[in-house]
Structure formats: C-alpha cells, structure tokens
C-alpha cells in the first residue's frame, strides 16, 4: 500500500431514509436527521448529522419544534449536505415527516439487540 491509497465509505446497498430540517433560531444551521437508526442508550433518539458536528444522537421529537422543514428545492445548503452524504456512502431517500409504524419498529429492534 502506498501513500495515495484511499480509504472509501462503505456504500449503503439499501436507501436511508433522511429528514432535512433547519433551526429556527441563531445561525438557523441545517440538520439531516435519520429517524430509523436509533442511537444513544435510551432508544429514544435517531441518527443526525450536520457540516460541523457530523454524526451524532438527536432527539428527533424534542428538535422537531426548535426546528422548521428544510426548503428543499432551493436550498443551496440541503444540496450541500445531500452531496457530502452520498460522498460518505449514503443512498438517501429525502422524506418531509417520520412514518409512525416504521420508527416504532426501528425502535423495537433496537431494544432487542440490548
């Protein structure tokens, strides 16, 4: 292996379902979150990742009133991060709200893996 040898992100086979949003206050910065991948050790929060940060757990449902829906026909910003995540690896399905039975689902396999 020489110096110039790359180190790829895993390609996602399957689509990642991704929620974009924006804070309503301050420098009003920009939030992918991914509600079906649990994270954190109370089951109660997804997968999120912004530019400066990256990946991390978000409460989804506390975030979701300090936030607003992220305009996505125009945001040069959701474009943005949209690229950086298909450059990690990500095959993104963009929804506009979380699916109820499939989050609950996430949630209980979750659980069963502890």
């Known amino acids: 292996m020489n110096d110039t040898t790359q180190v790829l992100a895993p390609v996602d086979t399957e689509e990642t ?59 040069d910003e959701v474009k943005d991060l949209t690229a950086e995540l298909t450059g990690r690896g990500y095959k993104l399905k963009v929804a506009k709200r979380v699916n109820a039975a499939l989050e609950h689902k996430a949630r209980k396999e979750f659980r069963n893996r502890k």
């Open 17 to 75: 379902t991704v929620i974009f949003r924006r804070f309503r206050n301050g420098n009003k910065e920009l939030i992918a979150f991914f509600p079906y991948i649990i994270e954190g050790s109370n089951g109660y929060d997804c997968m999120s990742y912004m530019h400066v940060g990256q990946h991390s757990a978000a409460n989804y449902s506390g975030l979701v009133s300090v936030t607003r829906a992220a305009n996505m026909s125009d945001d």
